[in-house]
């Protein structure tokens, strides 16, 4: 439980990644192709940066909500 003392770390504040499984981070890559497929059918693609947060991701690195904090924060846009 926070109290208000307490303050949860931010999503851009270096933390010690869990370990993910194989079968997570394969988990992890096919969700972000059909990501990025689906973004090709639109006619556009992920940025480079985005692509690099991505890899992150799949590689356990980052969480799906630090990808996205930092991508809001990237381009302006409020961070939750």
């Known amino acids: 439980m926070t109290t208000q003392n ?3 770390p931010s ?3 270096p933390r ?3 370990e993910i499984t194989p079968a997570e981070r394969a988990r992890r ?3 972000i192709h059909s990501i990025r ?3 090709r059918i639109e006619g556009g693609d992920i940025s480079p ?3 690099e947060l991505f890899a992150q991701y799949v590689d356990g690195t980052l969480t ?3 990808v996205g904090a ?3 924060e990237r381009y302006g846009l409020p961070v939750k």
């Open 37 to 39: 497929q689906s973004q």
């Open 49 to 51: 940066h985005a692509q």
């Open 6 to 8: 307490q303050s949860r």
């Open 29 to 31: 890559a096919k969700s």
């Open 16 to 18: 010690t990644p869990p």
């Open 11 to 13: 999503p851009t504040t």
């Open 70 to 72: 930092r991508l809001r």
């Open 64 to 66: 799906l909500d630090e």
